[in-house]
């Protein structure tokens, strides 16, 4: 169904956007990155020109330029009458007219395939025979990867049985699966912020009411505002990844878990808890105890293999009590028909190797993580880089609110990133960049090397309304 932006909702959306380029084009990059990052969906209707041109106090023809600029790029359509239409885009952007086969994709934090996959994939080719003769319908996963993900979560100390684990494609669906067995429309589900975007896409489409908890590199989760929301809200569920947290890498500590739970038994929320990170520990140790105490009927968990094995591996579970897995096998058949057979036996082979794909993606996250983060401190010292202890990607702190306009500089120089501000969940991080670790280690200092060239043209562009901190050298 198409919908409409307001002129103040896109002013707020589009944060520090202003740049000394020329006015008309900053504003259409800004619309720009806000389309490529789903910001602003597909067949969103935009403000008119002398609307949009009032709310950021520009003249009307500086707006109907940037309109004719997104048209000439392929992002929005204007129709006499019905105005200015976001369209679907590529999955390349259409504003860029030059893509070298050597550009670096950094918007998905995913590494490369496990090494050891093709092998598994190799063997259960071969073993077709036997998975043809089943009906390839199942709605609540094979037995023998219900129990191999059983024995994972038992071998953390939490006891599992097979009948409290759903096996999904992917810990998407699993988390679109959960939203709509637990929302109701209007419904308060406590979030984080920032966030997985798909994750609050997932809880919005379902009805929720987001409020949103902050959590930071230096300071955590915002315990004091977690307490307010319970008490105040009394939310129905609430959204977390205690461990790696996507995007800022922080975990949750055992002080972080037991008040969280606390306030969650005292409202009684559901804790959806996303663990699709956290087996991606590289220097960090054992996971902090917390959850594992709660009430089991108000704690559910996710995991998925895309991180840890391979993005194209469709296989997610959720662990929950038997009572809600059942009410999720009743409700997903409006939804799908089960998990595709095959992947599910490549997945079972996968688990009975775990530890060795966890000691491959340690050693593998480990170098690109120290090589970035000396990159980047080396060419950007006036940036906060920190050092995560898991993970996939670094949460950087930059000199000024400028994170849309430095990756629209990066895209044209062949570097693809992610704003800050797609993560948040009410506004804000324009200071913010997520740049993954997951690539090899020559492609992450060459892309520290394409996000200083596009810092130094980007920021001495910024109008001095968007000055750096005060403590940092220009």
């Known amino acids: 169904m198409d919908s409409r932006i307001s002129a103040r909702a896109l002013a707020h959306a589009l944060g520090g956007w202003r740049t000394r380029e020329p006015t008309y084009e900053a504003l259409a990059d800004g619309i720009r990155l806000l ?37 000439d790029t392929g992002h929005i359509q204007s129709v006499r009458g019905s105005g200015s239409v976001t369209l679907a885009l590529a999955r390349r952007d259409p504003g860029i007219t030059d893509v070298r086969r050597d550009d670096i994709d ?3 934090a995913s590494p490369a395939t496990w090494p050891g996959l093709a092998g598994l994939i190799a063997e259960a080719v071969a073993d077709a025979p036997s998975i043809v003769s089943r009906t390839g319908y199942d709605i609540v996963g094979r037995h023998d990867l219900r129990a191999r993900v059983a024995a994972h979560y038992s071998g953390r100390g939490l006891a599992t049985s097979p009948e409290e684990i759903l096996i999904t494609t992917g810990a998407q669906s699993a988390i679109h699966l959960l939203a709509r067995a637990l929302i109701a429309r209007g419904d308060r589900v406590l979030i984080e912020t920032p966030t997985y975007p798909h994750a609050a896409d997932a809880l919005r489409q379902a009805g929720a009411r987001l409020t949103a908890v902050p959590v930071t590199i230096r300071d955590g989760w915002d315990l004091e505002r977690a307490s307010q929301v319970s008490l105040r809200a009394l939310p129905v569920a609430g959204y977390l990844m205690p461990d790696f947290h996507n995007p800022t890498g922080r975990s949750m500590t055992a002080v972080e878990r037991e008040t969280v739970a606390n306030e969650a038994e005292r409202a009684g929320t559901t804790l959806i808890l996303d663990e699709t990170t956290a087996d991606l520990d590289i220097d960090r140790g054992p996971l902090a105890r917390g959850f594992d105490r709660m009430d089991p009927s108000l704690v559910v968990r996710v995991g998925s293999l895309g991180k840890t094995v391979w993005g194209g591996l469709r296989i997610g579970w959720i662990r929950a009590s038997p009572e809600l897995v059942r009410r999720l096998v009743a409700l997903r058949s409006a939804q799908d028909l089960g998990t595709p057979e095959f992947e599910q036996v490549i997945a079972a082979a996968v688990l009975d190797r775990f530890g060795d794909v966890i000691e491959q993606r340690r050693h593998a996250l480990r170098a690109g993580r120290d090589v970035i983060i000396e990159a980047l401190r080396q060419r950007l010292p006036d940036w906060i880089v920190p050092r995560p202890q898991g993970g996939v990607s670094l949460w950087i702190e930059m000199d000024a609110p400028l994170s849309a306009p430095l990756v629209m500089d990066a895209r044209h120089r062949g570097l693809l990133l992610t704003s800050g501000p797609r993560f948040s969940v009410d506004g804000g991080h324009d200071r913010y960049l997520r740049v993954p670790f997951t690539a090899a280690p020559e492609t992450l200092v060459r892309a520290a090397d394409m996000l200083a060239q596009s810092w130094r043209s980007v920021s001495r562009a910024a109008p001095p309304s968007l000055s750096l901190r005060e403590d940092a050298m220009v």
Do not use: H, I, K, W
Request: charged residues 20%; aromatic residues 2%.
């Open 35 to 71: 389309c490529l990052d789903n910001r602003v969906p597909p067949r969103t209707t935009l403000p008119a020109e002398r609307e949009l041109a009032a709310v950021l106090g520009l003249s009307r023809s500086t707006v109907a330029a940037a309109y004719r600029s997104l048209r």
């Open 106 to 108: 950094l918007q998905q």
